[in-house]
């Protein structure tokens, strides 16, 4: 297994939406034999330009533990997922 982090940024207006996201990323990773090992909820930011009309943004940090062919899976779940207008995932 190999450690990544994953940044998610929500639309600033979304603050009723957080848990279920980050409920949803959860099992979304349990699913895939994976674990979150670390969870932050950073708040809400000032983005510095507009996304998707947005000017500011919820941004959730997890630390997750994953096989390396179940991070195509979760990139591809993140990419069509509408409550998320970015999101970052690198290995550590």
């Given at each position: 297994?190999?450690?990544?982090?994953?940044?998610?940024?929500?639309?600033?207006?979304?603050?009723?939406k957080?848990k279920?996201?980050?409920e949803?990323?959860?099992k979304?990773?349990?699913?895939?034999?994976?674990?979150?090992?670390?969870?932050?909820?950073?708040?809400?930011?000032?983005?510095?330009?507009?996304?998707?009309?947005?000017?500011?943004?919820?941004?959730?940090?997890?630390?997750?533990?994953?096989?390396q062919?179940?991070?195509?899976?979760?990139?591809?779940?993140?990419?069509?997922?509408?409550?998320?207008?970015?999101?970052?995932?690198?290995?550590?």
């Amino acid at each position: 297994m190999n450690t990544y982090e994953l940044t998610l940024v929500l639309p600033g207006k979304a603050k009723a939406k957080e848990k279920t996201v980050k409920e949803k990323v959860e099992k979304f990773v349990e699913s895939l034999k994976g674990k979150v090992e670390k969870f932050e909820s950073w708040g809400e930011i000032e983005l510095a330009y507009r996304i998707k009309k947005e000017e500011s943004g919820i941004f959730l940090h997890f630390n997750l533990e994953l096989e390396q062919d179940a991070v195509k899976k979760l990139d591809d779940k993140l990419r069509v997922d509408g409550e998320v207008i970015r999101y970052l995932l690198v290995k550590e």
